[in-house]
């Protein structure tokens, strides 16, 4: 079979396109290497995506956008892309064992923690270290931890955190925090969470798990140790774009630079959401370029017909 369009990623603009070009008629494959629902799927709490406002869970909002793909027709596999050829009119993707082939293809693999870098860190994973406080905060109920960044993200889930832990150390290399006032207002009245800045994680260190951590400043030379049972890492983003493709243009960074209907410059291959170069990243600027990815991928198979 070829497909009308594959999407690879079910983030919020991968799944938005599926609604979109499955309700348009277009036979779609959504493929996807872990879960629907990305990273926003592991966010605890959404309060700025229009239409709850009481919020909602990142998980219950990005399954609401997967039912929803599902009911207009769009089929789903599991499996990771590693490899995509993209040279003819028709395109192939390379999975496990076989290659899946499409008229048209959406990447829309979004973006991922970034790596802090001290060392120890990748010893560690899964150990004490790790980058989702919704996915691992419950198992260090009633011990201390520690929270590494200075954005939205890193004081969000710091504060998601205070629920279970019994301290919460923010550590940050500046004074001034990259966070809106409502995540640092949210912060800083929380009663068992502190902040260590200007501050840098040197090494993670421990026997089979976490234990302490090594400290400087940069500013002094100083260096102290502090005890946690684990270290949640939010120090940015960086694109998930696990294969290569010749010829697509990305900025210094490794985001996809698209033209204003989302083509990346090979014909038939658009780039939507977080792994696309763009000055924000939200859920909801998300599920705005998987509209406007849809619409454009219908556009090239009616131009082709």
């Known amino acids: 079979m070829v497909y009308d369009t594959a999407i690879i990623g079910a983030g919020p603009a991968g799944l938005t396109a599926a609604i979109y070009t499955a309700r ?6 959504v493929l996807e290497a872990a879960a629907p629902g990305g990273q926003a799927a592991l966010t605890e709490r959404i309060d700025n995506y229009p239409g709850f406002p009481d919020g909602v869970s990142g998980y219950d909002l990005t399954q609401y956008f997967y039912r929803q793909a599902e ?20 395109k192939s993707l390379r999975v496990a064992a076989r290659d899946i082939e499409a008229k048209t293809v959406l990447i ?37 931890v520690a929270v590494v960044g200075g954005g939205n993200a890193a004081l ?17 290399r500046r004074n001034e925090f990259r966070a809106d006032r409502a995540a640092l207002t949210a912060a800083r009245s929380a009663a068992n969470l502190d902040f260590l800045t200007p501050w840098l994680v040197e090494e993670i260190r421990g026997r089979e798990k976490v234990e302490e951590l090594l400290l400087s400043r940069a ?38 630079l698209t033209d204003e209907m989302l083509c990346t410059g090979i014909d038939g291959v658009f780039a939507a959401g977080d792994v696309r170069a763009v000055p924000l ?13 849809a619409r454009a991928m219908e556009r090239r198979l009616a131009a082709r017909a």
């Open 24 to 29: 348009g008629g277009l036979n779609t494959l």
């Open 71 to 90: 009911k207009m027709g769009a089929r789903f596999l599991m499996e990771e892309v590693r490899g995509l050829a993209a040279d003819g009119p028709v």
């Open 108 to 144: 829309a693999t979004g973006a991922r923690q970034r790596k802090l870098g001290a060392r120890g860190e990748t010893v560690f994973v899964g150990r004490g270290v790790s980058y989702c406080a919704v996915c691992d905060g419950a198992f260090f109920r009633g011990r201390d």
């Open 156 to 172: 969000e889930e710091a504060v998601y955190l205070t629920r279970f832990v019994r301290r919460v150390t923010v550590i940050h």
């Open 219 to 256: 500013e002094t030379g100083e260096s102290r140790t502090l005890a946690v049972a684990g270290i949640f890492i939010y120090v940015g983003v960086e694109p998930r774009l696990d294969f290569a493709l010749p010829g697509l243009a990305t900025d210094p960074g490794g985001y996809i």
């Open 281 to 293: 990243r939200q859920v909801a600027t998300a599920v705005g370029d998987g509209a406007l990815a």
